[in-house]
């Protein structure tokens, strides 16, 4: 008994000192909002008698009328000292939610909390039909998960045959950032996704540019083509886009019209000769140079290249995210764009 008391104690003692490791956060203001999404009819429906809890008293329901659907969840934090000239936008990928940039699975602060930190005034989203945002019959499709296994291999945790069922068995890329042990916490935070919502996704994100911009843009993997799309509909309100491992780069027939608007592509380790990443990456390569080619500015940056190895797909939760987060810093402050 004597030894746990002691380890329980360790453990609040470990806890107490990650707490107070970093001054508490200042805010101004801080909040959550609904955007985005139509009314729809249900019609013709037979009248039904549901029991909403089980042993409880049945109650009829209609279900003709009006519906809210395809609406988007935003929560906001305001710093007191605000350095950021202007908001932060924050947008998640595929299979995911707003929770990307919140705390990390091992229990540190994520990409959330350091541009608060550093005096962004932050906006973090749950796309439409993802986590907070909810969804609905009306998305046609089947709902679609990740088996546990397989971001393991996919976001680059490990290579193409490296997962096991045996947490023992398991390999990783040599020095890989991203924290093994807190695999199975990153899991729970997988939501289901369907494939054909990505209209109405793009169409909740530009509602949501036309509220809170001009801003800079954040986005990772599936949202990427999200924040490309948004650029080329408000290139007057995005006045900075930052794309962590894009799934897809913009359209190069519109480049002409998104110019003005300086753009950060960030690539993590292993990117380059995975079978699937490097075909990935050379889309961003591609539009990078065309982009160039036009005039504009762009910086494609490979962290291997920049000092920072090992960085999975998920790399604002790896251990070394705030020295990627800083990297974005300084080139939002190069841009003008903070003090």
Not at 42 to 58: H, L, M, R, S, Y
Not at 253 to 264: E, F, M, Y
Not at 266 to 291: C, L, T
Not at 314 to 329: C, P, R, T, V, Y
Request: charged share 20%.
């Amino acid at each position: 008994m004597r030894r746990l008391l002691t380890g329980l104690l360790l453990a609040l003692a470990a806890t107490a000192a990650i707490a107070q490791s970093k001054e508490p956060v200042s805010l101004r203001a801080f909040g959550s909002f609904h955007l985005g999404g139509r009314l729809i009819d249900i019609t013709g429906q037979p009248i039904k008698e549901v029991v909403f809890t089980p042993g409880g008293v049945p109650a009829k329901v209609d279900p003709n009328g009006k519906y809210q659907v395809e609406q988007m969840y935003v929560q906001y934090f305001l710093p007191q000292n605000r350095k950021g000239k202007l908001p932060l936008l924050m947008w998640h990928g595929g299979g995911l939610s707003g929770v990307t940039y919140e705390t990390k699975p091992d229990g540190q602060e994520g990409w959330m909390h350091f541009f608060i930190r550093r005096g962004w005034d932050t906006y973090v989203s749950d796309a439409v039909e993802r986590g907070r945002s909810g969804w609905t019959s009306t998305f046609k499709g089947d709902a679609m998960s990740l088996p546990f296994g397989d971001p393991w291999e996919r976001f680059r945790i490990g290579p193409i045959g490296s997962w096991n069922d045996d947490a023992a068995k398991r390999t990783t890329y040599p020095g890989t950032q991203f924290p093994v042990d807190a695999y199975p916490q990153f899991m729970k935070q997988g939501v289901p996704r369907w494939l054909t919502t990505d209209k109405e996704i793009v169409a909740a994100y530009i509602e949501l540019v036309d509220k809170i911009c001009p801003c800079v843009v954040l986005v990772h993997s599936q949202s990427g083509t999200f924040g490309y799309k948004a650029l080329e509909a408000r290139p007057d309100k995005i006045k900075a886009l930052v794309a962590v491992e894009p799934t897809l780069a913009g359209d190069k027939g519109k480049i002409a019209s998104v110019k003005g608007t300086p753009i950060l592509v960030v690539i993590g380790d292993n990117a380059k000769d995975h079978p699937r990443w490097k075909n990935i990456r050379q889309n961003s390569v591609v539009y990078a140079d065309a982009f160039k080619a036009a005039g504009g500015s762009i910086d494609l940056v490979d962290l291997p290249d920049a000092g920072m190895r090992g960085n999975s797909h998920m790399m604002m939760m790896d251990k070394n995210s705030d020295q990627i987060a800083e990297l974005i810093q300084k080139w939002l402050v190069s841009k003008g764009l903070s003090d």
